[in-house]
């Protein structure tokens, strides 16, 4: 089983099967809930005036 990069797993999860990249995921057996875009990171960044890591903007440069 492989786990993504900045992945979110809900505690007590049970993880059967592989999870994409930025992902939210939980249950017994673990599924995917969602799906972040780049969209929704934007909007957090801009929300928070925060930065990402570097891994993140290394998938999704600032102002794209």
Known sequence: VQIGDHVTIGAGSVITKDLPDFAVAAGNPCRVLKLLS???????????NVLLPKTLTQHYPPGL
């Open 38 to 48: 780049r969209e929704v990171l934007d909007d957090y960044r801009r929300r928070h």
